[in-house]
DNA sequence: CTGAAAGCGCTTACAG
DNA sequence: CTGAAAGCGCTTACAG
């Protein structure tokens, strides 16, 4: 690895010029610019990344910590971190409490600032990141003082989508909420909510009976399709909380010969892409996963830079897609 | 952010000894030994990692460079890399040629070592990151010089699978493969390889047209079943290059009420979790994920502090899982 | 425009 | 066992 002082050597200028430019700092005239830029190349010189991050007590990279990997946000993160002169680096942390383990990362200022991306962990941790970085919390919604958050509108979709459900002449609605840890997540509770909005703007009575309870698995979608169907006085459209329920439900609905949406309407929350794919086509709410992790950056890089210390909330809006599973006719009495 | 300035100051010690304390490096009187560290915590003292990595020429951190997570493999170099001191960083990277991209990161020293996790780039990009860094390919072997490689036996699991079917008394069996970019990837090629070696072994003709061309997706799998069907003399067993096409087929196959496996036998590799939800179940080869990483991480830091030149490729055991979709009786004729 | 020099926060021979 | 000091490879006032 060649060093600055090679550099310098090799072009006959001194340390300080070749430092100027490679980092276009200031004006340095144009044959010792040349020079420098050749005997660069030559010994092919690359910056120490460890020094200049010690001087300039910064490093221009952003760290992801997550469990799992939302493309759609990495690559949005990556695009407009890299607008921005930001490197993005993700750690991956898988359940609750491992998330402590990432703790050596975080101890000394490795990066500049931390995306949690959907990051379910102890309050406690939580705050004590934040204490040592620049964090804002994307997906899912944190109860903690002066967070900064991105996600979408979870309420709003959700209320849009029971709205829509509510239009095709539905009257009794059931929502399937995955329901795992110590009480529902957060982005659940605010679905649930929308949902539950919408019913009593519409004057549509709401019973607790009406919470099919699941985790987040493809079967526990199919249980709750089999405990819909035995209901006594059977729901006429199911809204589930994720895409990967509604499949389960589509699933049980037709093993049982159930007609989509005729029977019963089936719709999701996610629009994953096996709502494309599944038949019916499911109704769902896009998440702008792409703008979402762009926003997360201009928000983190805003606090890196301007010292922010009152959080926000930032809630991209939601996108409706209707398709078969609730749009079609629904069966004559 | 303190630095060792401080806690030497308010430890009444030199920076030496606070140096010698935190890094556990030199033996230091038990005092002073308690001084440091009660001085270190009152002001939450963490040594900059600029300046030791800068120092030490290191930075005990791994870079896993893929543009699919592979959450078994990652644990498991993430378990290895925490046992022998190392922290890990991933670089997601989109696309065959966006690999160019994490050049930034890799242009100096910041990672120690890098994983190639079923990375796909072009020969010359891989072999300028191998000038830079000790590498090593995980999952997907690179036809380079000298590389350093770690995957699962796919030749052996291939053949495996296809003397089970064998033994099940198929006779014409068919081989779906993915087959994009400009060729078949060298797991394709590898799998085939294994597929072909058996049918010898016992006798079997193997013709060009029981080669099924496809790409990644499930409805290139519906696709290839759905031509399988259209043979004139239609095989008896379908072995898939991956568990996705093979699902694929599955659905293909029972939409026309063939049964699994009485009328035909399907075969798929990975062990994905679809493998063991679909009706049937799929029998098919698991890739010890875990371990691979686990060996991945001793390779690399193996070739990191031993200086490593001739390369060398380790090919973990396959583990055939035998399911329904093969094992069950054929259809008389 | 340019260089000599101080300084970033560490580690590690060196001498005691 | 311990401290004074050199040095890692940079950046950036400071003076010219």
Do not use: W
């Not at 090679?6 to 340095?28: D, I, P």
């Not at 990495?74 to 890299?82: E, S, T």
């Not at 096996?274 to 890089?301: D, H, K, M, N």
Request: contains cysteine.
């Amino acid at each position: 690895m060649a060093t600055i002082d090679e550099v310098a050597a090799m072009a006959g200028v001194s340390v300080a010029t070749v430092s100027r430019v490679m980092n276009n700092s200031y004006v340095v005239s144009e044959d010792k610019r040349v020079r420098v830029l050749q005997a660069a190349q030559a010994l092919n010189y690359q910056p120490s990344t460890f020094s200049r991050s010690q001087r300039r007590a910064e490093n221009k990279t952003i760290l992801i910590i997550c469990s799992v990997v939302i493309y759609d946000v990495v690559a949005g993160v990556q695009a407009m971190a890299k607008k921005l002169g930001y490197d993005v680096l993700i750690h991956y942390n898988a359940g609750r409490n491992a998330e402590l383990d990432s703790i050596k990362v975080l101890n000394n200022k490795l990066v500049d600032g931390i995306i949690l991306l959907n990051v379910l962990m102890d309050d406690d941790d939580i705050i004590e990141i934040n204490k040592r970085y620049p964090v804002v919390h994307c997906g899912e919604y944190m109860d903690i003082p002066n967070a900064f958050q991105v996600s979408t509108d979870n309420e709003g979709g959700a209320h849009a989508i029971v709205n829509h459900l509510i239009s095709q002449g539905r009257k009794r609605i059931a929502f399937v909420a995955p329901d795992i840890f110590n009480g529902l997540p957060h982005f659940v509770q605010v679905r649930e909510k929308g949902y539950r909005l919408a019913l009593q703007e519409h004057g549509l009575p709401f019973s607790p009976d009406l919470i099919i309870k699941a985790d987040f698995s493809l079967e526990s979608g199919y249980d709750a399709g089999r405990r819909i169907l035995a209901m006594a006085d059977r729901p006429d459209a199911v809204f589930c909380a994720t895409d990967t329920l509604a499949v389960g439900c589509i699933h049980t609905f037709r093993d049982h010969g159930l007609s989509i949406p005729a029977d019963i309407a089936v719709a999701g929350f996610d629009n994953d892409e096996a709502s494309e794919i599944c038949t019916p086509p499911l109704t769902t709410v896009a998440q702008p996963f792409f703008e979402i992790g762009c926003e997360t950056v201009r928000l983190l890089t805003a606090m890196i830079s301007e010292e922010m210390t009152i959080g926000r909330s930032v809630m991209i809006d939601y996108q409706l897609k209707i398709r078969e599973s609730t749009a079609g006719k629904k069966a004559k009495v």
